[in-house]
């Protein structure tokens, strides 16, 4: 079993949708959360990052994390098809390497 | 500012053979990281390099090594390529060793024939 599980999709959805996307984990040890976006032929950039538990908002975009049921959550509002990318969750349980999930594609469409 | 450069983008080597990627941080960051990435495992951590030390190594054969240069610059080596090396290698920087600063590049994609 992966220490951190991802969907891999494809999720398709319309423009103006909220978008959705999840991860567990089995490592009750993790500490630091984040979410990356990686657009084609491009290296993964990062979008949301959290410190332990709780929510973090930047302007479409709302991180949770719930550590009681190992769970993170990336909420995408009126999504655009400059959204359409691979999603990316990330976490670690120091400062040091990142335990990636293997990604989840997302197509928005017009 | 310029960003995370790798070079080459792309690579095609034969099995048996040897490969050097390079990456040049962004201007001032120190640290360097280097991941693999394959459809079925995703990002895989390969190991880091902060002043010119190695700081730490993933779980991967000793045909895959490293080094860091005063400039911060890196370069990653796998020896006797195996047909599982094909990935997209990708470096990420950051001023300090500290995963939630990095500034990823675009990646060499290696593929082994």
């Known amino acids: 079993q992966k220490e951190v599980e991802q969907d891999p999709g494809p999720l398709s959805v319309p423009e103006g949708a909220i978008v959705s996307l999840n991860c567990t984990y089995s490592?009750?040890?993790?500490?630091?959360f984040m979410w990356y976006r990686q657009y084609s032929r491009k290296g993964p950039e990062l979008l949301m990052y959290?410190?332990?538990?709780g929510n973090k908002e930047d302007g479409r975009f709302t991180a949770q994390v719930d550590k009681s049921s190992k769970y993170i959550s990336l909420f995408i509002r009126d999504s655009q098809p400059s959204d359409s990318a691979t999603y990316l969750c990330a976490m670690s349980y120091n400062t040091d390497k990142l335990i990636f999930g293997t990604g989840t594609r997302l197509q928005v469409f017009p | 500012k310029a960003g995370v450069t790798q070079t080459p983008r792309y690579l095609i080597k034969t099995r048996g053979q040897q490969v050097t990627l390079s990456c040049s941080p962004i201007s001032g960051h120190r640290s360097v990281s280097w991941y693999q990435q394959t459809p079925g495992q995703g990002l895989q951590f390969l190991f880091e390099?902060?002043?010119?030390?190695?700081?730490n190594k993933g779980n991967f054969p000793g045909r895959f090594s490293g080094r860091q240069f005063s400039n911060s610059r890196s370069e990653m080596n796998v020896s006797t390529l195996e047909l599982g090396d094909s990935a997209l290698y990708l470096c990420?920087?950051?001023?300090?060793?500290?995963?939630?600063?990095?500034?990823f590049g675009s990646g060499t994609r290696l593929t082994v024939v």
């Open positions: 390099y902060f002043s010119e030390t190695q700081r």
């Open positions: 959290t410190y332990s538990s």
């Open positions: 490592n009750s040890a993790f500490q630091y």
């Open positions: 990420a920087s950051s001023l300090e060793p500290v995963n939630y600063g990095y500034t």
